[in-house]
T-cell receptor
């Protein structure tokens, strides 16, 4: 079965600083990978996705992520953080589970705090 | 338009009440999902509908009853809930039930008293 690990429960950065959120996955085949962001009390917004091809993917709001098969990682980056980026970030892997059923498995999330 | 709408935004119900949550999408997606999310936790999958047929039930108690009247609508009927069922209920949709991204609605905040 697939799994996702987000090693950092909480990260604090200063506005304007760079950001990297870590994500490691476990899955036997090529996974479909996603990053979602959730503001308090809101739904999840898709930031970016990786299915195949170029391992550096660009997303919305200036975010990018790099798929590294050798490290089973899909880390999220942003060169300069804005105060509005403060939120919970979830990494997810989409994979077949139990035959023909396809599911998203989420990591436990990383809470990002941005200091002025 | 990548919008999934959910109503109501907030719901307070007693343990003997019957209520329903509604989800709607007009993106032509053929898969729809219900998730439950407790505070400071990731979403947990409850049900998946693919082409209006229930394809996944994650062993959810029968007090939660999903319904997919058509390809744009998804309901979650609630009956005899427990206080521990209080959570944010999220609906999502995707173009199909396989290797696609899912688009989430804003959620319904449910409180069971």
């Amino acid at each position: 079965a697939q799994s996702v690990t987000q090693p950092d429960i909480h990260i604090t950065v200063s506005e304007g600083a760079s950001l990297e959120l870590r994500c490691n996955y476990s899955y036997g085949a090529t996974p479909y990978l996603f990053w979602y962001v959730q503001s308090p009390g809101q739904g999840l917004q898709l930031l970016l996705k990786y299915f195949s091809g170029d391992t550096l993917v660009q997303g919305i709001k200036g975010f990018e992520a790099e798929f590294k098969r050798s490290q089973s990682s899909f880390n999220l980056r942003k060169p300069s953080v804005h105060w509005s980026d403060a939120a919970e970030y979830f990494c997810a892997v989409g994979a077949l589970s139990g035959g023909s059923n396809y599911k998203l498995t989420f990591g436990k999330g990383t809470l990002l705090t941005v200091n002025p | 338009d990548t919008e999934v709408t959910q109503t109501p935004k907030h719901l307070v119900m007693g343990m003997t009440n019957k209520k329903s949550l509604k989800c709607e999408q007009h993106m032509g997606h053929r898969a729809m999902y219900w998730y439950k999310q407790k505070a400071k936790k990731p979403p947990e999958l409850m049900f998946v509908y693919s082409y209006e047929k229930l394809s996944i039930n994650e062993s959810v108690p029968s007090r939660f009853s999903p319904e997919c009247p058509n390809s744009s609508l998804l309901n979650l009927h609630l009956h005899a809930l427990q206080p521990e069922d209080s959570a944010l209920y999220l609906c999502a949709s995707s173009p199909g039930a396989r290797a696609y991204e899912q688009y989430f609605g804003p959620g319904t905040r449910l409180t069971v008293t």
